[in-house]
């Protein structure tokens, strides 16, 4: 597609709930980002995949988050037991390709979760 | 620690005023250095970035950047600022030795242009 696209972009669950959240990237970007961002602060970094792989899912804050990207193209966030402390702006990104310092990220308008 | 600073929370400009919005950074090396713009509703989108060469950068929306190495700076610039231009802007750098992901990003900075 023409940018990076996010669904949904609003999402209200209860505590311990499961949510799903899907990045659709530019076509022919092999790299794609999960970021989260709070309010009043830059985003922070969760996971990144290079085609199918999570090529680093240190940002990942604990297990009940997960994310897989099974064709290389979409990928999915899944978060398991949500809690209040879960809710925020989740932001996609994908660039042509990934490891130098200088490529440009191109982001998503995010999907914002509300955990109740 | 690396880090980077955007000192102001929000900066206030009359619209056809001259804006500046700053951001230093502490960061080993040569680092490259971005600026990113989010309007409400909407994703991050690049504005510039330096790399290496001329230390002024100019890039979208007639807006540039000065990479400063003594003062570790790379304060966003725009000779006349319009309305449109209200939005939350954010600095980041990346060692080069990172990968592109690896951004170190300022807290953000909200613009406000009045009419």
């Known amino acids: 597609g023409a940018g990076v696209s996010q669904t949904p972009s609003n999402k209200v669950t209860e505590k311990g709930k499961y949510v799903e959240l899907r990045c659709d990237p530019i076509?022919?970007?092999?790299?794609l980002y999960w970021y989260r961002q709070s309010l009043g602060q830059g985003p922070e970094f969760l996971i990144y995949f290079q085609g199918t792989g999570a090529a680093d899912d240190s940002g990942l804050p604990n297990d009940r988050f997960f994310a897989v990207r099974p064709e290389g193209s979409v990928s999915t966030l899944k978060i398991q037991r949500t809690e209040r402390g879960d809710s925020a702006v989740y932001l996609c990104?994908?660039?042509?390709?990934?490891?130098?310092?200088?490529?440009?990220?191109?982001f998503g308008a995010g999907s914002r979760l509300t955990v109740l | 620690a690396q880090s980077v600073a955007q000192p102001e929370d929000q900066v206030n400009v009359a619209e056809g005023n001259p804006l500046t919005v700053k951001c230093t950074y502490s960061v080993s090396g040569n680092p490259y250095l971005f600026w990113y713009v989010q309007y409400p509703n909407r994703g991050l989108q690049f504005l510039l970035k330096?790399?290496?060469?001329d230390n002024l950068v100019k890039g979208s929306y007639g807006f540039e950047a000065e990479f400063n190495k003594s003062q570790t700076s790379f304060h966003l610039k725009k000779p006349s600022a319009l309305v449109s231009d209200s939005a939350l802007y954010f600095c980041a750098v990346t060692p080069p030795e990172g990968s592109n992901y690896q951004l170190i990003w300022g807290a953000g900075t909200k613009l406000i242009i009045k009419p």
């Open positions: 330096y790399i290496t060469g």
């Open positions: 076509s022919g970007h092999t790299a």
């Open positions: 990104a994908s660039s042509l390709i990934a490891g130098t310092g200088a490529n440009v990220l191109t």
